[in-house]
């Protein structure tokens, strides 16, 4: 069964730091793109950050400079370090594993989310 699990969600003040964390379970996650998606209340999901399985990086340009993505391949983990954090980072975040890309409708295995808020 492939699996991904997210931690690392909480509460933290404006301009403050998070680090997500995703453990993938059943699949080598250093053989497909991953991805960090994001819903906020109210609002349609929404690609954060891309990891393709050659190591090049994407951000949305709401997060780019102060959101870093990152893989660990011996531990099967993807991260999402968030730094400058504002109110409207506000939101579900969600581990994802696409193929070659992120994009939403070919992504194969979803985390259940870790929640993130900003506020004061």
């Known amino acids: 069964q492939m699996l991904l699990g997210e931690s690392g969600g909480g509460l933290v003040q404006p301009g403050g730091s998070l680090r997500l964390s995703c453990t993938a379970a059943?699949?080598?996650?250093?053989?497909?793109?991953m991805g960090w998606f994001r819903q906020a209340p109210g609002k349609e999901r929404e690609l954060v950050s891309c990891i393709s399985n050659h190591d090049v990086e994407s951000y949305a340009d709401a997060v780019k400079g102060r959101f870093t993505i990152s893989r660990d391949n011996a531990g099967n983990t993807v991260y999402l370090q968030m730094n400058s954090l504002k109110p409207e980072d506000t939101a579900v975040y969600y581990c994802?594993?696409?193929?070659?890309?992120?994009?939403?409708?070919?992504?194969?295995?979803w985390g259940q989310g870790t929640l993130v808020s900003v506020s004061s």
């Open positions: 059943g699949f080598i996650s250093g053989f497909y793109a």
């Open positions: 994802a594993r696409g193929n070659n890309d992120c994009t939403e409708r070919y992504i194969e295995v």
